[in-house]
C-alpha cells in the first residue's frame, strides 16, 4: 500500500501540473456548472486499505458508471435471460448511437451504452416494486453507506432534453424490446444516471467486482463469481464506448467512465480505483481521468495483461 501511496501521490501531481484540456458536459444543462478542474482520485485494495488525494470526497454525478450497477442487478435478479435481451459485443460507437438498433432489430449490442442502459432499465422496472427505492438499497448494501443517492435537478435538467434517449426508447420499443411505458422506463434511467457519489464511495461500492470476499459480506446478494466476471468482462470491452479499445491498451483494466467525468477502473483480486475529472475528451471520456490510470497502471506495473 505504501507504494500505491506515493504512486497515486507522484501521478496526482503530474497530471494536476500537465494539460486539462476538453469541455465538460454540457448537453444536460445541469453538468455545465460543475468547476471544471477539479481532480479527485481514490484506491481500495482488497486487503482493506484505502487512500485519496484532491477532490476525492466531493459528490459528482456518476452519469453512465450507474449502468454497470444497474447491469449487476438486472443480472442478479434475471440471470441469463438478460442476455436474450441485450448482447455484449463492444459497439464501435459513440454512448448515444442509434444507426446499429435496425440492422440488430431492437437488441442493443451491449448493456453499457445507452440503448442497452435503457433495456436493462426496463427489465428492472418489470421485476422491482419500487425501482428507484431498490436500486439505491442495492448499491448501499455493497458498500454499507447510507448517504447515497439521486440529484433530481440533474435528473429533470436531462429529462428536459432527453430527446435521443427518448427515440432510442420508443424505437426499442417498436420491436418489442420494451415491456413497459417508455415514460416510466425513460424516468427510472435519467433518474439511475443523476446518482451522486464521491471516488471514495464508488471505490467501496465496486468491491462486489473485485473478490468474493466482498461479495459474501452481503449474504450473497450480490453477484457470484462468474456472473462478477462477466460483468468485469463487459467492462474491458465496451466500458469506454468507441474508446474502449484505447483504454484496453493504455490502462490495461475493466472500467466505466460517465459524463459527469467520473472513471472506476477494477484490478480483480486487488483493488478498486476511481478519478474523477470533469473536462471531457471527444468521445466523452474525461481527459485527465484517462491520463492519470494509464500512467497510474504503467507505473504499478498492474494491467491486468
Ligand atoms: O444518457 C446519457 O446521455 C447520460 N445520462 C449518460 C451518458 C454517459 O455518461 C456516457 N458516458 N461517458
Redesign the pocket.
Known sequence: MDDFEKIIRDTYNDICNGKNIGNV?D??PELSCVDPDQLGVHIHTIEGNSYGYGDYQTKFSV???A?VLSLSLAYQIEGDAIWKRVGVEPSGNP??SLVQLEDDEGIPRNPLI?AG?IVVCDILVSRLEDPKADFLDFIQDCCGARNIGYNNKVADS?KSV?Y??VALCNYIKSFGNIENEPDEVLDF??TM?SLEMTCEELTSVFMFLVSSKYRSQQNNKILNETKANRINAIMQVCG??DESGEFSFKVGLPGK????GGIIAVHPEKYTIAVWSPR?NK???SYRGMKFLEQFTSATDSSIF
Open positions: 458536459a448537453y444536460i452519469q453512465s458508471i449502468k454512448y448515444n445507452n442502459a436531462e432527453g435521443r434517449n434511467y435519467f444516471c469506454f464506448y467512465s460517465g459524463v459527469g471531457l468521445k466523452g471520456n
